[in-house]
């Protein structure tokens, strides 16, 4: 039975997407261009990313629905973590590159349009990673801009994870089920939240309960330690969802 991770056989997936989607690919990919296009305005180019990112994710789940195809995927000479991880770089990192792709030459059309072809100085947006933020110091207003490249992929990368998760738990509608289960632990969250800010902390204000975050930052009745559970958690929650993908998968292989 294999049990190391191979790189050739991750190629090997890798290279299966490819061949038997091919057709798919380049007319999705052909759409979000000319989508971005027409309309390349900075959060319409990331809802854009996050729908189709999230459409994607589910893929795996309608191979394992059917039987056929569920069978012909477990059944794939590859171990679980390559099966897994050739998933993870095509939900998350081809697919987060591919907007990027899309978005870029989408914009360079515009410029040729627009600048070369139509001679029209209407502004290109370039912003899709900008954000400006604007604050007071000393009576004088002050604009920064800031880069968030890498919080953007965070979240792309975490709502990814989630989605893949949801797909290999649920059966059927896995985008709403999955969408039901984070509203409910949210709202666990919520309820936890608010008890600790009421009673614990002393946090009278229930508009402050509903921004955790920026409470936990500018106020001194919270324990730093807090700050740092959260911070850290954070950043190790996104291998957490993987491992448990993992184990899924090997439940699914059963």
């Known amino acids: 039975m294999i049990q190391k991770?191979?790189?050739?056989?991750?190629?090997?997936?890798?290279?299966?997407?490819?061949?038997?989607?091919?057709?798919?690919?380049?007319m999705f990919w052909s759409i979000?261009?000319?989508i971005f296009t027409i309309l390349d305005q900075r959060d319409f180019v990331i809802i854009v990313m996050f729908l189709s990112g999230i459409y994607y994710s589910v893929l795996l789940n309608k191979e394992l629905s059917n039987v056929t195809s569920g069978m012909h995927y477990l059944m794939i000479p590859a171990?679980?973590?390559?099966?897994?991880?050739?998933?993870?770089?095509?939900?998350t990192i081809y697919h987060f590159g591919m907007t990027l792709l899309a978005y870029t030459i989408g914009n360079s059309l515009i410029l040729l349009i627009y600048h070369v072809i139509l001679k029209l100085q209407i502004p290109v947006n370039w912003d899709l990673f900008q954000v400006t933020n604007?604050?007071?110091?000393?009576?004088?207003?002050?604009?920064?801009?800031?880069?968030?490249?890498?919080?953007?992929?965070?979240?792309?990368?975490?709502?990814?994870?989630?989605?893949?998760?949801?797909?290999?738990?649920?059966?059927?509608?896995?985008?709403m089920k999955t969408l039901f289960s984070l509203l409910c632990f949210c709202g666990i969250l919520f309820l936890i939240q608010i008890f600790?800010?009421?009673?614990?902390?002393?946090?009278?204000?229930?508009?402050?309960?509903?921004?955790?975050?920026?409470?936990?930052?500018?106020d001194s009745r919270i324990p730093a330690i807090i700050d740092k559970t959260i911070l850290y958690g954070s950043y190790l929650l996104l291998p957490f969802i993987w491992l448990v993908s993992y184990f899924r998968l090997i439940e699914k292989q059963i």
């Open 5 to 26: 991770f191979n790189f050739k056989r991750l190629a090997l997936l890798l290279q299966r997407h490819f061949l038997e989607d091919m057709t798919r690919e380049i």
């Open 32 to 34: 979000i261009t000319l």
């Open 79 to 91: 171990t679980h973590a390559e099966k897994l991880t050739a998933t993870l770089v095509l939900n």
């Open 134 to 175: 604007t604050y007071e110091v000393n009576g004088i207003l002050m604009v920064s801009d800031q880069n968030v490249f890498w919080k953007i992929f965070g979240l792309f990368a975490f709502t990814q994870s989630v989605f893949i998760l949801g797909s290999l738990y649920f059966k059927g509608s896995s985008v």
């Open 196 to 218: 600790l800010f009421k009673t614990v902390w002393n946090v009278k204000h229930l508009q402050n309960a509903i921004l955790p975050v920026i409470i936990m930052i500018n």
